[in-house]
């Protein structure tokens, strides 16, 4: 079949004439008598052409003509007026019609027409279907590009990521050599300091105030010291003896440590520790390192209380935990310097702590890395190899 065609007409010769003559061309043909007759017809066969009478008798042509192009689109419509009616003929192209047929018609011409508004149907629905076609692929295109762009992003921060660990790296194997020689150079008179202060106590015990400077001189001495061990953590491995750790467990105990400063400040523990996760083999004291420094530094920013997260998971052969907070967050400017060694926003503080926790992490063929906005809290998340 070359496909339907719907003859609109109360004319019952007419429409028996231009079935006949429709069939022999291999056309379906379908009839209808009235205009409710032709959109019950055009509803539920869906033909590609119909011939419309301008006359119906419950309704004009002109009516029927505006509901097709409206509702059908895929629908043309060759309107058949009277002789004389070339003014209704015009206003029917305007209003959508694809052709016109004055009546009485000739067979051939009516065959001609017919066959010109089918092939300019194919065309123009063709064009169509390229057209929405085109917009498809321009639309995947647009799409992919999005996908590119997102991927070299992604691969950007991730290179840049690399670089900063590498940076790091370099700056915690600097930190090493420099802290070896300050111990080995600063230690030597700071005992010879602390041995004659000794020495003084018992000489100045009749005399509490200038024991009591002797006092906070070896206190100083102490504090020295202090900083320098702190120096030495931050930038080369402990010598404890590895054995098999269970992450979870560690940050229990960890967590039981800090409990009256929760309570104190007013700060919500929320905990997440998935069980059952493989142990990783490391020092016990530097794993627990990581997360006394991480907990302190939440806590420390949440005076007035706030939450504190914890969360331990396993996920694509990697052990994660997140320590989230809901302090005061991290500038933005001091986000890519919080693991410096001697970098710190506290008015005490000596800047060792997150360079340990970095030393530590990189030790065991982990990744930390730190998101914040000023005033949201911070998220540190961390993942080592599951084995």
Known sequence: ???????????????????????????????????????????????????????????????????????????????????????????????????????????????????????????EIHNRELRQEREKLLGEIEQWSRELERRVSAKSRELEQAHAEVLQAEKLASLGHLAAGMAHEIRNPLNVISLFGQMLKPVLAQDPEKLGYVERLLGEVDRIDSILMKLLEASGRSRGTAQEVCLGEVIES???????????????????????????????????????????????????????GVRLSGEGGRIRIQVRDTGSGIPAENLARIFDPFFTTKPRGTGFGLSVVLRIVKTYQ???????????????????PAS
């Open 254 to 308: 960890v967590l039981a440590g800090f409990e009256p400063q929760l309570k104190a400040n007013g700060i919500v523990l929320d905990r997440d520790l998935e069980s059952g996760l493989p142990p990783m083999l490391a020092d016990p004291e530097e794993v627990e390192q990581i997360f006394t420094n991480l907990f302190a530094n939440a806590i420390y920013e949440m005076k007035t209380g706030g939450r504190l």
């Open 1 to 123: 079949m070359s496909g339907k065609i719907l003859i609109v007409d109360d004319e019952a010769l007419i429409l028996e004439l231009a079935r006949l003559l429709l069939t022999d061309r291999g056309y379906e043909v379908l009839t209808a008598a009235s205009g409710e007759e032709c959109l019950a017809r055009l509803r539920s066969d869906r033909p590609c052409l119909v011939l419309l009478d301008y006359m119906l008798p419950d309704s004009d042509g002109m009516t029927i003509l505006q509901a097709v192009r409206r509702d059908f689109p895929d629908t043309y419509v060759i309107m058949l007026t009277g002789q004389g009616n070339e003014k209704i003929a015009v206003e029917a192209m305007k209003a959508g019609a694809a052709d016109y047929i004055s009546k009485p018609f000739g067979n051939q011409d009516l065959i001609d027409r017919i066959e010109n508004v089918l092939r300019v149907r194919r065309i």
């Open 366 to 384: 982990g990744h930390i890395k730190v998101t914040s906005e000023a005033g949201q809290g911070a998220i540190f998340d961390i993942d080592f």
